[in-house]
């Protein structure tokens, strides 16, 4: 049986489906003391633990939060890798995360009142469009 490499849970990042992201860890068999650490440690279930091999497996790598590196920080050998996290500016630009992100505080935070809100929200716009344009070379 094929296990999935998602939960149903996971499978969307701001709306994005989560597979269009290529954020997720791999484990380098060779420097892997097979401590198990990253299994116990990840919150969203991406490792499962062979007690054959005696190490850890990617199991479900599209549960992996993006962006976090937790497993690769406390790695005691360093076996982890993630991909370069300057490369997930390019998915926060081409879909428009910054939009998403301003509707999630919006709708949370009710701001109206707020002081300080509009300036923050004009400038989260700034940003967003800065990043677009940087990344992708739109307006
Ligand atoms: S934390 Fe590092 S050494 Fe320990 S099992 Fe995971 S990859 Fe291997
Ligand atoms: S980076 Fe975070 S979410 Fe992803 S596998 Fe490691 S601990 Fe889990």
Redesign the pocket.
């Known amino acids: 049986m094929t296990e999935k490499t998602s939960s149903k849970k996971f499978d969307e990042w701001f709306g994005v489906p989560r597979r269009e992201i290529p954020w997720y860890p791999r484990?380098d068999p060779g420097?892997?003391?097979?401590?198990?650490?990253?299994?116990a440690i990840c919150g969203r279930g991406v490792?499962r633990?062979d007690f054959e091999s005696k190490?850890?497996i990617v199991a479900k790598p599209y549960n992996c939060l993006v962006g976090c590196q937790t497993?690769a920080n406390?790695?005691?050998?360093?076996?982890?890798e993630f991909p370069a996290p300057e490369g997930l500016k390019k998915y926060i630009a081409k879909y428009k995360i910054f939009v998403k992100v301003k509707e999630i505080l919006e709708k949370k935070f009710k701001p109206v009142e707020v002081k300080g809100y509009k300036e923050q929200m004009s400038y989260i716009e700034k940003t967003e469009k800065e990043v677009t344009k940087k990344t992708l070379g739109q307006n």
């Open positions: 484990i420097q892997c003391v097979g401590c198990g650490f990253c299994v490792y633990y190490k850890p497993c406390l790695c005691p050998v360093g076996a982890i």
